[in-house]
């Protein structure tokens, strides 16, 4: 019985195993069918691990929409102070700005004054930030000439300029002049 069990048990191979197999296009094709049976496995294994990870990254994601709902919220009630210390900021750097360009009335009207001749009546002293424009009337042009030396003479004043000349409405013996100086911002 036995030998009947052998000849029945008889395996199907849809690969002939005649001579076809010991050819080259038969072992090609033996060749191609088991390297696209690894093929086949390797693909599985990544779409399972593509599909397994998923899970992670759906979690990871849904951590990280937490985090950045929650920083949202965070800005949103910091909002108000962010925006009261913004300007007491741009009010502060105005006021430093300001202090620190800043022309002292008293110091320069002292300055000039030490300058000026006998000769010379001032009508006017104008300060602004650009510049300080002086009137005033003198006996002759010697006067003017010796005013403008000396403050030319004082590195703050080196700029002087004859804006004006000419004679006195009221007296026409007198001459009335101006002169503009450009203002030398301080640094502290």
Request: hydrophobic residues 40%; charged residues 25%; neutral net charge.
């Amino acid at each position: 019985m036995s030998a009947l069990k052998s000849k029945k048990e008889k395996q199907i191979n849809l690969l002939p195993q005649d001579k076809f197999s010991e050819t080259t296009a038969g072992r090609v094709l033996v060749w191609f069918l088991s390297t696209f049976r690894t093929l086949v496995i390797i693909v599985e294994l990544f779409v399972i691990s593509a599909f397994m990870s998923r899970f992670w990254l759906d979690a990871k994601n849904t951590d990280l929409s937490e985090e950045i709902r929650q920083k949202e919220a965070q800005i949103k009630a910091m909002k108000e102070t962010e925006n009261r210390i913004r300007e007491v900021q741009k009010k502060t750097s105005i006021i430093s700005e300001v202090s620190s360009n800043k022309i002292i009335p008293s110091e320069v009207i002292s300055k000039l004054t030490s300058q000026i001749p006998p000769t010379i009546i001032l009508s006017s002293i104008a300060l602004n930030e650009e510049k300080i424009t002086i009137s005033g009337i003198a006996k002759d042009e010697n006067s003017i000439a010796q005013i403008l030396v000396n403050l030319q003479s004082q590195e703050e004043f080196k700029n002087t300029a004859l804006s004006q000349i000419g004679p006195d409405e009221e007296n026409s013996q007198l001459l009335k002049f101006s002169l503009s100086i450009p203002v030398k911002k301080t640094e502290n």
